[in-house]
């Protein structure tokens, strides 16, 4: 079982619709969580950070955390062509372990006119 | 700096040399980390440095691949012997400590073929 999961898509959407991107983790001790962004050929960038159970939004993008699920997942509201990217999720590891982020593969998100 | 740098931003070698690559992390992090993306995939940790505590190596894939971070600051990576499945983009990236914790900044990656 991979450490952090995701689906490698490509999810497709219409602009304007609402892009839902999931991620599943394996270390029941992992404290923080983040999304990233990663336009082809560039360097992933911070979208969202999120340590509590429950929603936190940012504009047009909400995290959402489920710690007894081992879940994580990020909308996208009102999806714009400029969203459409690969999205990373990472996950501290738990204990020990605290400092190493594990990234998923990426979700590949296209977002058309 | 502002940023994170990294050289070279391209390198090209032949199957069996030893390359460096190197990381000067934004000025004040704390905790430094090199990453590995091969075509279409996800980034693989390779190793995270925290101030003077002992690094993270768990994800070197073979002793090939080494890293030193000198005065808390420029880190290099070294691979030994390259192997054409060592080319790949190798992604640096910085952090600070406190509230920033684990909130990394990467650098522009080294992409680095292996012929």
């Known amino acids: 079982q991979k450490e952090v999961e995701q689906n490698s898509g490509p999810l497709s959407v219409p602009e304007g619709a609402i892009a839902s991107l999931n991620c599943t983790y394996s270390d029941r001790g992992s404290q923080s969580f983040f999304w990233y962004r990663q336009y082809s050929g560039k360097s992933p960038e911070l979208i969202m950070s999120i340590y509590s159970n429950g929603d936190k939004e940012d504009g047009r993008f909400t995290a959402q955390l489920n710690k007894a699920s081992q879940y994580v997942s990020l909308l996208i509201r009102d999806s714009q062509p400029s969203d459409s990217a690969t999205y990373l999720c990472a996950v501290t590891g738990g204990g020990t372990s605290y400092g190493k982020l594990t990234f998923g593969q990426g979700t590949i998100l296209t977002v058309h006119p | 700096g502002a940023g994170v740098s990294q050289s070279p931003s391209n390198k090209v070698t032949e199957k069996g040399k030893d390359v460096e690559l190197r990381c000067d992390p934004i000025s004040g992090h704390t905790a430094l980390y090199w990453y590995r993306q091969s075509l279409g995939q996800g980034l693989e940790f390779l190793i995270y440095?925290?101030?003077?505590?002992?690094?993270?190596k768990s994800g070197l894939p073979s002793d090939r691949f080494s890293a030193e971070r000198t005065g808390g600051s420029v880190s290099t990576l070294t691979i030994q012997r390259t192997q054409q499945e060592d080319s790949a983009v190798y992604l640096c990236?910085?952090?600070?400590?406190?509230?920033?914790?684990?909130?990394?900044?990467f650098g522009a990656g080294s992409r680095l073929t292996v012929l």
């Open positions: 990236a910085s952090s600070q400590q406190g509230s920033g914790a684990n909130v990394l900044t």
């Open positions: 440095f925290q101030g003077n505590s002992a690094p993270d």
